[in-house]
Nanobody, 120 residues
């Protein structure tokens, strides 16, 4: 059974930091592109950051470049999102995603989401 379990969300003041974690089970974690998405009220879900294995190559949304860092630990089946210099506009539900595509198959898994609120 595939599971993605996020943790680490919460309430933080502007300028603060949070680290989100997503622990996976039920699939070969190291074979998947791992990403964080977010969705704010009334807005579409957007890609925040992605990381590829084994190269560790990363990709970030322009809005978070220089403030957020995505990383993964394949031994722990876990992907992280370190968020710094948080702004009120970072407030959203953050979702973990695992994706593997080939010409024959597409495997696309989502976590349940964790709320991040940036407010004074």
């Amino acid at each position: 059974q595939v599971q993605l379990v996020e943790s680490g969300g919460g309430l933080v003041q502007p300028g603060g930091s949070l680290r989100l974690s997503c622990t996976a089970s039920g699939f070969v974690f190291s074979s998947y592109v791992m990403s964080w998405y977010r969705q704010a009220p009334g807005r579409e879900r957007e890609l925040v950051a992605s990381i590829i294995s084994p190269s560790g190559s990363t990709n970030y949304a322009d809005s978070v470049k220089g403030r957020f860092t995505i990383s993964r630990d394949n031994a722990k089946n876990t992907v992280y999102l370190q968020m710094s210099s948080l702004k009120p506009e970072d407030t959203a539900v953050y979702y973990c995603n695992a994706l593997r595509e080939s010409i024959f198959h597409r495997y696309d898994y989502w976590g349940q989401g964790t709320q991040v609120t940036v407010s004074s």
